[in-house]
Nanobody
Framework: QRQLAESGGGSVQAGGSLRLSCVAS????????MGWFRQAPGKEREGVAS????????YYNPTVKGRFTISHENGGKTLYLQMNNLKPDDTAVYYC?????????????????????WGQGTQVTVSS
């Protein structure tokens, strides 16, 4: 079974940058839609960005578009989230997740319920 492990979280001041990484312990070509999600205290988990590994398409939450960039290498075995111009509202636990290609192809790349495999999360704290 595929397992995901995030790293790269930390504490930064507003306007700073962080780069999150997610490494898959086992890679299967069926998991062709990968995404980043976040959950702040007292709030529901929300989609941040997703990528259709085979086709190259990416999708972003409007609140992060232009500031965050999702990328991948090794055919999706490693997923990244470059976060620039961070704001206090970006404070949350960030998770990476994997799903089948259909999740992205059907436009569900930012829906957490569509993902079947999750990492343990990494904390991102942005201070003002």
């Amino acid at each position: 079974q595929r397992q995901l492990a995030e790293s790269g979280g930390g504490s930064v001041q507003a306007g700073g940058s962080l780069r999150l990484s997610c490494v898959a312990s086992e890679y299967t070509t069926t998991s062709a839609c990968m995404g980043w999600f976040r959950q702040a205290p007292g709030k529901e988990r929300e989609g941040v960005a997703s990528a259709y590994i085979r086709g190259g398409a990416t999708y972003y939450n409007p609140t992060v578009k232009g500031r965050f960039t999702i990328s991948h290498e090794n055919g999706g075995k490693t997923l990244y989230l470059q976060m620039n111009n961070l704001k206090p509202d970006d404070t949350a636990v960030y998770y990476c997740a994997a799903a089948s290609a259909s999740t992205c192809l059907r436009g569900n790349g930012l829906q957490s319920s569509a993902y079947t495999t999750w990492g343990q999360g990494t904390q991102v704290t942005v201070s003002s």
